[in-house]
């Protein structure tokens, strides 16, 4: 039973945003291509654990605390008499690991072992346990889910999955027996009920309101959009949509941008940057948001 789904953090959807509105630095780039990749081989890992037999709870990307420590899990699954802690890597190409260091093949450049941060998360996730009063065994591996990975010199005796060996692990996964309890579903929603929603690791570019440019722009090839009619429409690919979705979007995006700044229908009409009147964003902000303040000094929330 899948009790938490993966959608794209704050923190990539934030750079997708910013790559629309601003010039990126070739670091923020990179940065931005690490968690899109990330993020891709994370989806795919998803699909393979709703193949999953017998009685499991599967929790996707869940960040904990624990005295202060921060952990993130990609993929936990609780099982009858084991939680398999799962660490997700979209690696590609050739790799090869020499004294617990893990180097890139082609440029010979040296990279984290992400052994070393799953023997973190496996480590703090079992003090959370220890607190919670649970015993239950906690089994940590690193799934490299790229089939076009391969790793030079791999020890045996390290917690890695390679992309030849997935279909294996959840074959022996699937071949384990597992009934559930109520102290694993109680487990499960304690966990739940844990999950940060603020990451401290978020890495963003410097960036300022003034700084970006205003505009509604296209989901599909990210031109500007213009308001024709009740619609948006890009006058470049031809993509379109709805003019109040099209209006929500934005706000969604102003929003996580800008969480200290109060939503108001000036601030709207000045980031859209739309040949649409001011009353139609504030209709907009009426239906699907609670007025704040006095009517001079109306806000949204």
């Known amino acids: 039973m899948l009790l938490k789904r993966r959608f794209p953090s704050d923190e990539l959807w934030s750079m997708r945003y910013l ?3 601003m010039e990126l630095t070739e670091k923020e780039k990179q940065h931005w291509a690490n968690l899109e990749k990330g993020y891709e081989g994370e989806v795919k890992f998803d699909l393979l654990t709703e193949k999953l037999t017998e009685e499991r709870l599967v929790i996707h990307d869940l960040l904990l605390e624990v005295n202060n420590s921060y952990f993130q899990i990609d993929t936990l699954i609780i099982s009858e008499r084991t939680i398999h802690l799962i660490e997700i890597k979209n690696f590609q190409g050739d790799w090869h690991l020499e004294s617990d260091k893990l180097y890139a093949a082609n440029t010979g450049r040296e990279y984290k072992n992400p052994v070393y941060q799953l023997k973190r998360s496996a480590a703090l996730f079992r003090q959370l ?4 009063m649970q015993t239950i065994p906690v089994e940590a591996s690193v799934i490299f889910i790229n089939p076009e990975f391969t790793l030079y010199q791999a020890p045996m005796d390290q917690p890695i999955i390679l992309p030849t060996q997935i279909s ?5 996964l699937n071949h384990t027996p597992s009934k559930l309890n109520e102290g694993h579903r109680k ?4 966990l739940l009920s ?3 929603t603020k ?3 978020t890495i963003l570019p410097d960036y300022h309101f003034d700084q970006l440019k205003k505009g509604m722009y296209c989901l599909d090839c990210h031109s500007l959009l213009s308001p024709v009619h009740k619609n948006l429409v890009c006058e470049k690919c031809g993509g379109h949509e709805k003019m ?3 209006i929500l979007r934005n706000i969604k995006e102003f929003k996580l941008l800008f969480p200290e700044r109060k939503l108001t229908s000036q601030s709207i009409y000045e980031w859209c940057n739309a040949n649409i009147s001011k009353r139609t964003y504030s209709r907009v902000l009426k239906k699907y948001f609670t007025a704040r303040g006095s009517t001079s000094n109306t806000y949204y929330e």
């Open 129 to 132: 346990l220890q607190i919670l």
């Open 194 to 196: 844990l999950h940060q």
């Open 199 to 201: 990451n401290p690791y």
């Open 19 to 21: 790559n629309t509105r």
């Open 244 to 246: 109040d979705q099209g």
């Open 187 to 190: 487990l499960a929603q304690q």
């Open 168 to 172: 294996r692990f959840l074959k022996d």
